[in-house]
Structure formats: C-alpha cells, structure tokens
C-alpha cells in the first residue's frame, strides 16, 4: 500500500510540475495557450441543482479532482484550501472552490454532500456521470484511473492539484499538493487580487 502511495504521488508530482511549466510559457507573453485547459461542463452539485461552468464568469474559481475513498491527497488538500478561505476572510467571500469526483461509481450527490460538509462551506462537491467523465479529464487534463487493491476493492490514481481560475473563465495556474502554504497563499492573493 507504501508503494502505492508513493507512485500516486509521485504521478500527482509530475502532473504538477507539467501543468506549472505550461502555465509559465503562457504567461512569459505567449499570446494563445499552448495547451488548452477546462471547458464546458454542467455537474450535479452537492447543494441541490446543477452547476454550470458558463455561470462561474465573474469571480474567480478553483477545481480540485479527487474521490472521497482518498486517504490523504484530497482529505489534506481539501482542509488546506478550507484553512485559507478561512485566513482570507470577508476578501474571499466569493471565491468558490470545487471538488469534482473522479469516482461516480460510488460517489453520489448524497455521499459528496456529506463528505464536503466536513470543510468550508464554500465548497461545493460536483458529481459527473459516468458518461461525462472522460471528456471533463480530458478538458482539463486530469488524469484518473481505477487501482485494483489487496482487498477486491480499488482506489484511484489521480492528478493531485487544485486548478485556478480567473474571473474570465481562464486557466490561471495550479496549487501542487504539498506546495509550501506561503507560495499557495501567494497564488491565491494575486488571483483574488489582494
């Protein structure tokens, strides 16, 4: 189970660092992206309703890719992002944080409704389809997949950073997991504009 941690983590590592040195080129004046990240989607929500990616225009945003069967990326990232929504206050009252399940099997709206609850309520759980899920990996380049375990059960493989968003609706950067929390609360200061 060690070893299966480490290559998660190790893959979320790679991911990571992928998604950062496209970011960068990006912003060293590219004037289109090299590669394109997000896209359309309309997902169940853990608050009753469906959200809609076209309606998140105007305010800053971040998605974070995960399963509630996580036993430590997305419990720790989750909190992490919690702790600071908390330390910004009133200046983050509108910035909202989405943790989208790449495990529909047996995440429902229900089971993310309960599993969210346990941070900052401004988070809100989406649940795709079974049917949209690959599309919406591939849109924002997460990679998922289903790891057998000892047990007859699974777990899975996935990307491990929380995606950033600006008011436009454009990718704007990633929080690695792990990254040190002055550099996170960097990147969230100049996307919200402190």
């Known amino acids: 189970m060690r070893r299966l941690q480490f290559a998660v983590l190790g893959v979320a590592a790679l991911a990571a660092a992928l998604l950062g040195y496209l ?4 912003s060293q004046g590219s004037s289109s992206p090299l590669v394109q990240i997000g896209g359309d989607f309309t997902l169940a929500s853990s608050k009753g309703g469906a959200v809609q990616s076209r309606s998140l225009t ?6 974070f890719f995960g399963f509630t069967h996580c036993p430590e990326v997305c419990p720790t990232t989750l909190y992490e992002m919690s702790g600071a929504l908390t330390a910004f206050g009133g200046a983050a009252k509108d910035f909202r944080v989405f943790f989208i399940t790449v495990d529909p099997e047996r995440d429902t709206v229900e089971k993310m409704r309960d599993y969210i609850a346990n941070f900052d309520p401004r988070m809100e759980a989406l649940v795709p389809t ?8 591939s849109d924002f380049r997460v990679h998922y997949a289903k790891v057998p375990t000892s047990d007859g059960s699974y777990t899975m493989d996935h990307t491990a950073s929380v995606y950033l968003f600006d008011a436009e609706g454009r990718f704007a950067g990633t929080i690695a ?3 040190a929390p002055e550099l996170r609360e960097g990147k969230l200061r100049k996307l919200l504009g402190l």
Not at 58 to 63: N, Q, R, S
């Open 23 to 26: 970011f960068y080129i990006q």
């Open 58 to 63: 105007g305010k800053p945003y971040a998605l």
């Open 130 to 137: 079974i049917e949209q899920l690959p599309k919406l990996a």
């Open 177 to 179: 997991f792990g990254e």
